[in-house]
């Protein structure tokens, strides 16, 4: 069954540096999320993409995230200067376009820890 | 701003019986209510999507109902098996769109015991 891969699996980064954790998407699916769990908290939506745009974002993407497409089957999620509370679990999810909605299927997650 | 609950307190059944779990939700409608697995160090996998037209589907031993009067969905798994043992998320979309972002509750731990 084709699934969502994320990479790095873990993410060890000091304060203050740039990190991109990268997810390839199911290839047939064109709707891209992030989102990210906290330890022993509620999974939290990011950002969502579409058409090479972002389509929504949370109170918690800001300028920091970025999200890109570079090519054809990445899709990466970018932030410029970490923080300690940016340490969590981060999920790359991925649906298909229909005409009902489709479920978010989601990748194994990043863990990105700051020092 | 949109709520679900969840039991925050682990579930403990034994092995073959019925694991009944729980999803409340307010302030809001949704049109979609799923339910995913998540084990530990791993992302949630999707298990059941149930539309507000809908009243239960099933999948295998599994069964979800949806109540849009009550605001509550309830994830049953049948006949269950020590390798159920995982967490449960309940999650709502937030939007009608599959660019619609999931609302998710915090989870409630199932343990099946042998």
């Known amino acids: 069954e084709p699934e969502v891969t994320q990479t790095p699996s873990h993410q060890v980064t000091q304060m203050g540096q740039e990190v991109i954790l990268r997810c390839v998407p199911i290839s047939n699916h064109l709707y891209f999320y992030w989102y990210r769990q906290i330890l022993g908290q509620k999974v939290e939506f990011l950002v969502s993409f579409y058409n090479n745009e972002i389509s929504e974002k949370s109170e918690i993407f800001d300028d920091q995230f970025s999200v890109e497409r570079p090519d054809g089957s990445n899709f990466t999620l970018k932030i410029r200067s970490t923080k300690l509370e940016d340490s969590a679990m981060y999920f790359c999810?991925?649906?298909?376009?229909?005409?009902?909605?489709?479920?978010?299927?989601f990748g194994d997650g990043t863990r990105l820890s700051i020092l | 701003s949109q709520k679900i609950e969840q039991n925050s307190e682990a579930l403990n059944i034994q092995e073959g019986k019925t694991a009944t779990l729980t999803c409340n939700y307010t302030?809001?409608?949704?049109?979609?209510l799923q339910w995913y697995r998540q084990d530990p160090g791993r992302g949630p996998v999707f298990l059941l999507l149930i539309r507000e037209n809908e009243k239960e589907k099933r999948k295998e031993r599994l069964k979800v109902t949806f109540d849009t009067t009550l605001k509550q969905s309830l994830f049953h798994i049948t006949a269950s098996q020590p390798a159920d043992s995982a967490t449960y998320l309940c999650a709502l979309l937030h939007g009608s769109s599959n660019t619609g972002k999931l609302i998710f509750g915090q989870g409630t731990t199932l343990q099946v015991k042998p």
């Open positions: 302030n809001y409608s949704p049109a979609y």
């Open positions: 999810a991925s649906s298909p376009v229909d005409r009902d909605y489709q479920p978010q299927h």
